[in-house]
């Protein structure tokens, strides 16, 4: 039985699978996992690039006869894991050569830790890196404790830099759910994090890859992202057993979001649901008000649509 299931999920993703599975088939220093590729009905040659790898024993090949979506696919990359630990990463993404060499021992060394993270690399569709670091992550190299308050605030661990116990997954129900297909990473994070401790190694391990295809990308743009990250939180603050200096930040913790999708909604020109949700964060926590850019962003968001159009020409 291998110790380490790494699951891909792909849809009409040859262009990269072949990068995704080469970086994780020759990790240095561990070798002892399982790679399962999931292939969504793909019709853009995936099989072939697949196939080219069957000769190595590691590699489980599970191929959908009919197009299942992105949630089913990943449970049933799921369901086919063996390994005490489990990573899940996207068919665009990629591992530098020690990512598991570093992340292995750290749950190994520590039972009562259940998700080790790296940072990690931006690169775009032609694997060029635009940022060496993804993200601020909040906490030092070597970190091993309660991640919670920040990931209440921030999802800033993707799927491609992190490895968690097999056994996490029961805290969401076995496997994903189809009702937050925007979020299912961050909800089980967030339901890890509530359970055990996060362990954090400070080196870039992982590439994340961003381009127009990205799932994200595509639901930024629609409400599903602001109503799947809601349903999260609520189900973190219906959590009986949720700390109590946790629950303490559940006002700002909505508000940070609300704010956050606003900024979005602006962007794209959506300045109704932009007013909407500054409206929001203000009633979940009032110093919202105070921040840099409230009034100014609200303002903007309420002005007719052509005096904005001629402001911001000028």
Same mark, same amino acid.
């Given at each position: 039985?291998?110790?380490?299931? =790494?699951?891909?999920?792909?849809? #009409?993703?040859?262009?990269?699978?072949?990068? /995704?599975?080469?970086?994780? +088939?020759? !990790? $240095?220093?561990?070798?002892?996992?399982? &790679?399962?590729?999931?292939?969504?009905?793909?019709?853009?040659?995936?099989?072939?690039?697949?196939?080219?790898?069957?000769? %190595?024993? $590691? =590699?489980?090949?599970? !191929?959908?006869?009919?197009?299942?979506?992105?949630? @089913?696919?990943? #449970? %049933?990359?799921?369901?086919?894991?063996?390994?005490?630990?489990?990573?899940?990463i996207g068919a665009d993404d990629f591992w530098e050569p020690e990512?598991?060499?570093?992340?292995?021992?750290?749950?190994?060394?520590?039972?009562?830790?259940? +998700?080790?993270?790296?940072?990690?690399?931006?690169? %775009?569709?032609?694997? $060029?890196?635009?940022?060496?670091?993804?993200?601020?992550?909040?906490?030092? %190299?070597?970190? @091993?404790?309660?991640?919670?308050?920040?990931?209440?605030?921030? #999802?800033?661990?993707?799927?491609?830099?992190?490895?968690?116990?097999?056994?996490?997954?029961? +805290?969401?129900?076995?496997?994903?759910?189809?009702? =937050?297909?925007?979020?299912?990473?961050?909800?089980?994070?967030?339901?890890?994090?509530? $359970?055990?401790?996060?362990?954090? =190694?400070?080196?870039?391990?992982?590439?994340?890859?961003?381009?127009?295809?990205? &799932?994200?990308?595509?639901? !930024?743009?629609?409400r599903r992202a602001e109503e799947a990250e809601r349903r999260i939180l609520d189900e973190v603050f219906a959590d009986p057993l949720?700390?109590?200096?946790?629950?303490?930040?559940?006002? @700002?913790?909505?508000?940070?979001?609300?704010?956050?999708?606003?900024?979005?909604?602006?962007?794209?020109?959506?300045?109704?649901? /932009?007013?909407?949700?500054?409206?929001?964060?203000?009633?979940?926590?009032?110093?919202?008000?105070?921040?840099?850019?409230?009034?100014?962003?609200?303002?903007?968001?309420?002005?007719?649509?052509?005096?904005?159009?001629?402001?911001?020409?000028?």
């Open positions: 039985m291998p110790r380490v299931s =790494v699951v891909v999920p792909s849809y #009409n993703y040859a262009a990269y699978l072949g990068e /995704c599975m080469a970086s994780v +088939l020759g !990790q $240095r220093g561990f070798d002892d996992l399982e &790679l399962i590729v999931v292939d969504d009905a793909s019709g853009d040659g995936s099989r072939e690039v697949i196939g080219g790898f069957l000769h %190595d024993p $590691r =590699v489980v090949y599970v !191929q959908h006869a009919e197009n299942q979506g992105h949630i @089913r696919t990943m #449970n %049933d990359g799921f369901r086919a894991a063996r390994g005490e630990y489990v990573a899940h990512l598991l060499a570093r992340t292995v021992p750290l749950l190994d060394a520590s039972p009562g830790v259940g +998700l080790v993270h790296t940072n990690y690399r931006l690169v %775009d569709g032609e694997g $060029r890196v635009t940022r060496e670091r993804g993200t601020n992550v909040p906490y030092p %190299d070597g970190f @091993r404790g309660d991640a919670l308050p920040w990931l209440l605030f921030e #999802n800033f661990i993707p799927p491609v830099a992190a490895l968690f116990r097999r056994g996490a997954l029961e +805290l969401v129900g076995g496997e994903f759910s189809e009702e =937050v297909p925007y979020s299912e990473d961050w909800r089980l994070w967030l339901a890890v994090a509530r $359970r055990h401790a996060v362990a954090y =190694v400070d080196a870039p391990l992982a590439a994340y890859r961003v381009h127009g295809r990205n &799932l994200h990308s595509a639901l !930024q743009r629609t949720l700390a109590p200096e946790h629950r303490a930040l559940r006002g @700002r913790v909505y508000a940070r979001h609300a704010r956050r999708h606003a900024d979005g909604y602006f962007g794209f020109g959506e300045r109704a649901e /932009c007013r909407r949700l500054l409206r929001e964060a203000a009633r979940q926590s009032v110093s919202t008000v105070l921040e840099a850019g409230f009034w100014k962003r609200y303002l903007l968001a309420s002005l007719p649509g052509p005096l904005y159009r001629a402001l911001k020409r000028r």
